[in-house]
């Protein structure tokens, strides 16, 4: 609630209320519990900020309310609950009957407020004479406690918060604590003690304590762990290939050490630096034989006779840290893009969703640093909207069903479609609509909210221009005009767009789908555009059917629908006709319902003293006359033609236009006798033909 506009103010009082005042006010009212209640909240957003795989969202919501507070209360946010926060700190290292709520509470307040203004706050503690040798024993108390139990969260949690405060107060510590607190923390991340989560907060830790240290360099312990991480990781290569196995004792440790080689690799990464230009501290590369140990790990199996089987988790691992080592090495990264789009491509045989999700991301960075070199990696990053549920030959998979890389899909290429490192090309609109209709519902709401969310404000007019052509996409009908100049939209004679490679839509259930997509569409078109589709479906889709040519013409002409052994072009211009006669009968479609809504209620005064609400059912009337225009003078010739044709070729398809036609009949009666008054045969007959059906229909 932070976060939204609408909610902000409401939910930043009720913080100050709820979590502000009774912690900086110290208040023993209420036997504590409003202090309880306080912590109980902030410890939330710690253990949810230490959870592997957590959103950011709840620690960025208690930044933002902290720093809006802090701007209209300073003394209140930056003095009062700072030293208060400081103060309980201190006490939980000290005394042993504080609540593990209360701890995890406390050291996230702590790094909340170092965080939004650490300079500030530091100069606060060190004007109130705060000790804050507490922050420099803290990491290790916390770490020791982590070492006593790994698996607990909330000791995992405070480990990361302590890290991410000495990194913070690092300028109001002296230098020969700074120095000694560095020398232990060095010592840590060598023997790999730290857990993955809290390896970058070290890090930063230690680039902090050696700027306000005596070295004032970090060159020494950035070549020191590269060198125990190279060595690490060599030996447990050279025992797997040893023993033909990789050791599940000492997989966490590599684990740690892939982490501290990628995590050391960022140090001082700016995405504008470059070799010649590194900022502040300094890049050190990798040696060559720790990047080669590295491409050793993601490639799935170690060299030599052997070719044992590499963990799945280390390969996920050593996937990120190839990404991170390619940020900073433009020719590394142009050897290893073959790498990642085979791990990514469809026809991989038993893929790992961890490994292909984290393949995926360093792709998407990839696809900022170097847009140019990843352009063409946009097909098989593409095909990951659908990964994991279609098989080669194109039917639901039972295996295999994870949506951990169909979700990440979808959230990193709206990201680069929306900063323009990505273009629309070819059939990719169309990927993000089936993905609309996922089997996963999570995925599908994910994809329909970034769809008609930010994508469709980014271009207004992206429902529009692709429906037509998404009747032929979603049927396969490959041999289409309209099909083939989609295919080839965006790629600039490059050859590189996007297919729909894998991807089958047939049957009841693909029926099912492509008909939730069409109503998705229509659901967010205006009154105009549906105007316009209405006219599109019938010239480019009914009206070729009329005609002697194409697939559409040739369907029309059989006694009964294809079936399974019918050429797959016919099956495809079939379901296109079904599709288009099921989108024109829609009442999605209808233009005019904000008139019918005025209409209902045109009783009430107070509805026609609205001016908005007047200029709305003004337009929507307008809109309304210009729609029967267009069917009167366009749809319904387009619709008797067809009819004609399908009645001497006696086929099924006759029943859904005549269903369509009585719907015109049943709105605009009136209109068609008016427009039809020169033609009384054929006047007549539909009439006739009307009746009958719905005759036959009751």
Known sequence: ?????????????????????????????????????????????????????????????????????????????????LQRAADMASQTLSQCDISETTVVGVWCLMEALLTINSSGMTKTLRSSKKDL?????????????????????????TLRSSLVVISKVASGIAPADCEDCEGKMRQKLLDFSFPPDSIGPALS?????????????????????????????????????????FSEQHQPKILRALFSVGEVSMVGFRLDDDEKTSPVPLYLKPSKALQELVQIMVSGHLPGASQTKIPNAIRAHAFIVLGKFCLRDESLARKSLILLARELHPSLPNPNQSVQSNALLVMGDLCVRYTNMTDRYLPV??????????????????????????????????????????????????????????EDEEVAVLAESVLSGPLRVRNPKIFFNHFVESMFVLNNCTAHPIYVSASRQGDGGSGIA??????????????????????????????????????????????????????????????SP????????????????????????????????VQDDFDSTVEDPNQLANPSRQVTVAKTR??????????????????????????GSCSPLLKDLMAYLLEIFGNHKVEVKEFLANDPTLLQEIEYDARTHLSNSA
Not at 212 to 238: A, L, M, T, V
Not at 400 to 429: C, E, M, N, P, T
Not at 498 to 516: K, M, T
Not at 562 to 580: C, E, F, H, Q, Y
Request: proline content about 2%; some cysteine.
């Open 381 to 438: 990053m593409a095909s990951c909207l659908q990964n994991g549920t279609t098989d080669g030959a194109g039917s639901i998979s039972i295996l295999d069903r994870s949506s951990v890389v169909r979700k990440h899909a979808v959230l990193i290429l709206s990201s680069l479609l929306l900063q323009d490192y990505l273009k629309w090309r070819g059939l990719l609109f169309h990927r993000f609509l089936v993905a609309c209709s996922d």
């Open 1 to 81: 609630m932070v976060l939204d506009e609408e909610t902000a103010v409401k939910a930043r009082s009720a913080f100050l209320q709820v979590v502000v005042l009774p912690i900086a006010e110290n208040s023993d009212l209420d036997d504590g519990q409003k202090q309880d209640v306080a912590w109980r909240i902030l410890a939330n957003v710690g253990n949810l900020t230490g959870q592997h795989g957590a959103s950011k969202g709840a620690a960025q919501a208690l930044h933002t309310a902290l720093s809006h507070l802090g701007r209209e209360n300073s003394d209140l946010v930056h003095v009062e609950l």
């Open 622 to 647: 307008l809109l309304s006359k210009i729609s029967l225009k267009h069917m009167v003078e366009i749809v319904l010739p387009i619709l008797c033609n067809l009819k004609v044709k399908l009645q």
């Open 133 to 157: 040798s507490f922050c420099v024993s803290a990491w290790q108390i916390m770490l020791e406690k982590h070492s006593a139990q790994p698996k607990s969260l909330w000791r995992r949690s």
């Open 562 to 593: 294809p079936t399974d052994s019918s050429s797959p072009r016919l099956i495809s211009a079939w379901n296109v006709l079904t599709d288009t006669f099921y989108v024109l009968t829609s009442k999605s479609i209808k233009v005019g319902r």
């Open 498 to 559: 996007v297919s729909f490679d894998g991807i089958n839509l047939d049957g009841q259930e693909g029926e099912a789908r492509r008909r939730s997509m069409y109503d998705f569409l229509l659901s967010k078109l205006s009154d105009e555009e549906k105007i316009g589709i209405t006219a599109r479906l019938a010239k480019e889709v009914l009206g070729e059917a009329v005609g002697n040519n194409g697939d559409l013409s040739q369907v029309c002409k059989g006694l």
């Open 205 to 245: 830790a230690m680039t902090e304590l050696t700027k306000h240290s005596g070295s004032r360099s970090s060159e020494p312990w950035i070549r020191s762990i590269f060198s125990e991480s190279e060595k690490e990781i060599s030996n447990y290569i050279q025992d797997a290939n040893k023993y033909s196995a």
